[in-house]
């Protein structure tokens, strides 16, 4: 058995070459004794970040804890059992060389780094990749080109399997935490230059997202040229060609090539990264030895928070304690078996673990916020066997009910102003700081959301909102899956876009007697691409269209006297961009136009909320042994 109890030796600032001679720096945690680097070969856990290798990551905190822990003390963790621990800086950031092009580098610099690192006299050539967000999607992005070496990977809240649909573009739309994400980064690049790092600070950015579209050479980003042209380049690639099929944007067109290694997928039902974890594993899993899907009720890397947004999901609800002892141990575990070969019995776990969120008291806690609740369940497979995709055919009487009885064709038509877009209300969001912030929320306008008016108004008294939901529910019922809207649609204009909301109606109490409509999930359809992506076209005035809105997958428990409630518009901003319903890309449109857009129901148009329903008995209730 291999020694462990070792001290660290820390190797600071190795600059690693890449195919260009382009080097990146990197720091190499050893196993040490008495300070001194120990002799013999390790399996090495390696990860790689935008983020500064030497700065603590936000998500490294245990349940209850007030801090991160430092990248010295996490590597000291795994070093001390065994194993060597590298962190690189991306190209371009902080201490590596190159330039920044966000995402574009990764798989090459992955591959390359794969190659160094198991030539090193200290690696026994098996490797483990870990990391969050950006993080993870640099492992996935290396694991693309099957490098040397590569043994297991944990991708945490992030790896794109598609980055068109999920992650810088949704629907067509563009995401805009990559426009704050940028303008957040751009000022940490710009700190050696303390001019342009005024300039950006002194900037207005609640201003210049009310001034939409942004001119390249004339944004908020224009004092930080190189965060600038990506930001453009991803937004203005709307159409899916080959841009998006770039090994680190487009996972999905390589997964024969990824190797079959054990593997780790896990996000949050309120993190940016649902559809890419979820279609990863579903790609991934039948090849591997051993896959693990976790989903928590989570915004994005806040595994041991236990609420998001207004609602708290309870003491379950954290990862610590619930999953696994924590994080840490987790992963400690999960690369001494895959990396050592210890049988420990992390491979026992279910395949699919689930937060269920739902079927909490419906209080406000101390905190004020929502008593949600939710449990953990077990699965064998994702979706789910026993989920049966049920329809909701849209009523002329704003219901939703599960037969197709309308029995007679009938319409919704509302008008969508681009300069009036529908505000942002939580959501599965990240990264939109000061701008916006993900997490459930009651679907109601306040000073905290950007762009809202009508201040203390439910969002379903917008005309521009149509709202259809179900009446009280005589029974529990849940509803774990991919969610998605079939809708028969029209506009007066070339091109728009309609988006749905699916939201738990909560019914009013002494503590909301207004009720509380918890939003859940969402998704936005750019009409132009209603029939291909690569080929968008135009709409026909006044001619119906059956489109497919695609919402990202949940689980909830919606109880018994709650609602079942879908939200139809067309705007969801700053979430997304807005269409200017013109036919020109919204990054670069001049001019707008309001739009009349129908919904159309009845025999001839069954427009339809399509849900995956399984009945609360047939769902396996987990709890760590």
């Not at 060597?84 to 190159?98: E, L």
């Not at 090459?108 to 690696?123: F, I, P, R, S």
């Not at 269209?545 to 919606?558: H, P, S």
């Given at each position: 058995m291999m020694q462990t109890g070792f001290g660290v030796l820390r190797v600071a600032d190795v600059m690693v070459p890449m195919r260009d001679g382009v080097r990146l720096a990197t720091d190499v945690y050893r196993p040490a004794l008495d300070g001194v680097a120990v002799d013999g070969v390790f399996p090495v856990i390696l990860e790689r970040t935008p983020y500064g290798k030497t700065e603590p990551s936000r998500a490294e905190v245990d349940r209850g804890a007030r801090q991160p822990y430092s990248r010295h003390q996490l590597a000291a963790y795994y070093v001390e059992q065994g194993y060597v621990v590298v962190y690189q800086d991306c190209r371009g950031r902080h201490g590596s060389q190159g330039r920044f092009e966000k995402y574009l580098r990764e798989a090459d610099d992955g591959e390359d780094t794969l190659h160094w690192l198991t030539k090193q006299a200290w690696c026994n050539g098996r490797v483990g990749t870990m990391g969050l967000s950006y993080a993870a999607h640099t492992q996935l992005a290396l694991a693309t080109k099957a490098p040397p070496g590569l043994q297991t990977f944990v991708l945490d809240c992030?790896?794109?399997?598609?980055?068109?649909?999920?992650g810088i573009r949704q629907g067509g739309a563009f995401e805009m935490k990559q426009a704050t994400w940028a303008v957040q980064q751009a000022k940490e690049a710009l700190?050696?230059?303390?001019?342009?790092?005024?300039?950006?600070e002194n900037e207005d950015l609640h201003a210049?997202?009310?001034?939409?579209?942004?001119?390249?050479?004339h944004s908020p980003l224009r004092w930080a040229p190189e965060y600038e042209r990506y930001l453009f380049e991803q937004w203005a690639n709307t159409d899916f060609g080959d841009y998006w099929r770039q090994p680190g944007l487009y996972a999905k067109g390589a997964y024969a090539r990824i190797p079959a290694v054990p593997q780790v997928h896990m996000s949050g039902w309120y993190d940016v990264y649902v559809r890419s974890t979820l279609e990863n594993f579903i790609g991934l899993e039948s090849r591997s030895p051993c896959a693990r899907l976790i989903m928590g009720p989570w915004l994005h890397g806040d595994r041991n928070i236990t609420h998001a947004g207004d609602v708290e999901f309870g003491p379950q609800a954290s990862f610590d304690a619930n999953v696994a002892e924590s994080w840490r141990a987790y992963r400690r575990q999960w690369f001494d078996r895959w990396l050592k070969g210890v049988n420990n019995g992390i491979d026992d776990q279910p395949k699919v673990l689930l937060f269920l969120m739902g079927g909490g008291s419906g209080c406000r806690n101390a905190a004020g916020r929502l008593e949600h609740g939710g449990t953990w369940v077990g699965a064998d497979a994702w979706p789910l066997l026993a989920a049966r995709p049920t329809p909701f055919y849209l009523r002329s009487d704003h219901t939703l009910a599960t037969d197709a009885s309308e029995p007679a064709?009938?319409?919704?038509?509302?008008?969508?102003?681009?300069?009036?877009?529908?505000?942002?209300?939580?959501?599965?969001?990240?990264?939109?700081?000061p701008i916006f912030e993900g997490g459930a929320f009651d679907q109601r306008e306040g000073e905290r959301f950007f762009g809202c008016h009508a201040i203390g108004l439910p969002l379903s008294a917008r005309p521009d909102v149509v709202v259809f939901?179900?009446?009280?529910?005589?029974?529990?019922?849940a509803v774990v899956g991919p969610v998605a809207a079939h809708l028969f649609v029209s506009s007066n204009c070339v091109d728009t876009d309609f988006t749905i909301k699916l939201i738990d109606v909560h019914p009013p109490t002494s503590d909301y007697p207004q009720g509380f409509a918890m939003n859940l999930t969402d998704g936005i359809l750019r009409c132009r691409y209603?029939?291909?992506?690569?080929h968008p076209q135009p709409m026909v005035a006044g001619e119906v269209c059956e489109i497919r809105v695609e919402a990202f997958a949940t689980a909830n428990l919606f109880k018994a006297g709650h609602r079942i409630r879908l939200d139809i518009s067309s705007s969801n901003f700053p979430k997304y961009d807005v269409n200017p319903n013109t036919g020109e890309n919204a990054v670069d449109a001049r001019r707008c136009q309001v739009a009349a857009n129908t919904v159309h129901i009845g025999p001839r148009y069954p427009s339809r909320l399509v849900l995956p329903l399984v009945h609360?008995?047939?769902?396996q209730p987990w709890s760590r042994p």
């Amino acid at each position: 058995m291999m020694q462990t109890g070792f001290g660290v030796l820390r190797v600071a600032d190795v600059m690693v070459p890449m195919r260009d001679g382009v080097r990146l720096a990197t720091d190499v945690y050893r196993p040490a004794l008495d300070g001194v680097a120990v002799d013999g070969v390790f399996p090495v856990i390696l990860e790689r970040t935008p983020y500064g290798k030497t700065e603590p990551s936000r998500a490294e905190v245990d349940r209850g804890a007030r801090q991160p822990y430092s990248r010295h003390q996490l590597a000291a963790y795994y070093v001390e059992q065994g194993y060597v621990v590298v962190y690189q800086d991306c190209r371009g950031r902080h201490g590596s060389q190159g330039r920044f092009e966000k995402y574009l580098r990764e798989a090459d610099d992955g591959e390359d780094t794969l190659h160094w690192l198991t030539k090193q006299a200290w690696c026994n050539g098996r490797v483990g990749t870990m990391g969050l967000s950006y993080a993870a999607h640099t492992q996935l992005a290396l694991a693309t080109k099957a490098p040397p070496g590569l043994q297991t990977f944990v991708l945490d809240c992030g790896g794109f399997s598609d980055a068109y649909q999920c992650g810088i573009r949704q629907g067509g739309a563009f995401e805009m935490k990559q426009a704050t994400w940028a303008v957040q980064q751009a000022k940490e690049a710009l700190r050696g230059d303390p001019v342009m790092s005024k300039a950006l600070e002194n900037e207005d950015l609640h201003a210049w997202f009310k001034a939409l579209p942004w001119r390249k050479r004339h944004s908020p980003l224009r004092w930080a040229p190189e965060y600038e042209r990506y930001l453009f380049e991803q937004w203005a690639n709307t159409d899916f060609g080959d841009y998006w099929r770039q090994p680190g944007l487009y996972a999905k067109g390589a997964y024969a090539r990824i190797p079959a290694v054990p593997q780790v997928h896990m996000s949050g039902w309120y993190d940016v990264y649902v559809r890419s974890t979820l279609e990863n594993f579903i790609g991934l899993e039948s090849r591997s030895p051993c896959a693990r899907l976790i989903m928590g009720p989570w915004l994005h890397g806040d595994r041991n928070i236990t609420h998001a947004g207004d609602v708290e999901f309870g003491p379950q609800a954290s990862f610590d304690a619930n999953v696994a002892e924590s994080w840490r141990a987790y992963r400690r575990q999960w690369f001494d078996r895959w990396l050592k070969g210890v049988n420990n019995g992390i491979d026992d776990q279910p395949k699919v673990l689930l937060f269920l969120m739902g079927g909490g008291s419906g209080c406000r806690n101390a905190a004020g916020r929502l008593e949600h609740g939710g449990t953990w369940v077990g699965a064998d497979a994702w979706p789910l066997l026993a989920a049966r995709p049920t329809p909701f055919y849209l009523r002329s009487d704003h219901t939703l009910a599960t037969d197709a009885s309308e029995p007679a064709s009938h319409q919704f038509t509302y008008d969508f102003d681009p300069m009036r877009p529908v505000p942002t209300i939580g959501g599965a969001l990240t990264s939109g700081k000061p701008i916006f912030e993900g997490g459930a929320f009651d679907q109601r306008e306040g000073e905290r959301f950007f762009g809202c008016h009508a201040i203390g108004l439910p969002l379903s008294a917008r005309p521009d909102v149509v709202v259809f939901e179900t009446p009280p529910l005589p029974s529990d019922m849940a509803v774990v899956g991919p969610v998605a809207a079939h809708l028969f649609v029209s506009s007066n204009c070339v091109d728009t876009d309609f988006t749905i909301k699916l939201i738990d109606v909560h019914p009013p109490t002494s503590d909301y007697p207004q009720g509380f409509a918890m939003n859940l999930t969402d998704g936005i359809l750019r009409c132009r691409y209603r029939k291909s992506w690569d080929h968008p076209q135009p709409m026909v005035a006044g001619e119906v269209c059956e489109i497919r809105v695609e919402a990202f997958a949940t689980a909830n428990l919606f109880k018994a006297g709650h609602r079942i409630r879908l939200d139809i518009s067309s705007s969801n901003f700053p979430k997304y961009d807005v269409n200017p319903n013109t036919g020109e890309n919204a990054v670069d449109a001049r001019r707008c136009q309001v739009a009349a857009n129908t919904v159309h129901i009845g025999p001839r148009y069954p427009s339809r909320l399509v849900l995956p329903l399984v009945h609360p008995h047939q769902l396996q209730p987990w709890s760590r042994p």
